[in-house]
């Protein structure tokens, strides 16, 4: 069975580290993924206690670079598919920065999002790119 929405951007954020991973979601496995945990980007940031939306968009365009590596960044033509309103939920209004901070770094970089407002409704998604 293969599913449409088969490449999805997941963010995770704590105090101090931003992670953003691309789950292929007929296999499960991560194909890209990008941290500030990384020592060469955790040296290059001035993180301190907490990372902010600098370090958040640094994380995007490594993600992005990463995935044009491994031929990925058009989603193999059908585009990453990320729910913004769902990883700010998910992930508190306070870092909503945090979150379009990867996502613009990431459509900056040439890879073809696709943000979907809700899993339920086919009908609003649009293209990012």
Known sequence: MTVMK???LRLFFSLK?????????NSGRIVASASTVE?????????????NA????????VL????????LEQGQANGIHVNVNKE???KGFKNRTKVWSVVNALKNN????????????????????
Request: hydrophobic share 30%; charged share 30%; net charge neutral.
């Open 54 to 61: 600098k370090a958040a968009s640094t994380v995007g365009e």
């Open 6 to 8: 088969r490449y999805v």
């Open 88 to 90: 700010i939920e998910k």
């Open 39 to 51: 020592h060469a980007l955790k040296n290059t940031l001035e993180c301190g206690r907490s990372c």
């Open 17 to 25: 580290y931003v992670t953003a991973n691309v789950v292929d979601r």
């Open 110 to 129: 040439g890879v073809k999002l696709i943000l979907d407002d809700d899993d339920d409704n086919q009908n609003s998604r649009s293209s990012y790119h």
């Open 64 to 71: 992005a670079m990463r995935l044009r590596v491994e031929g």
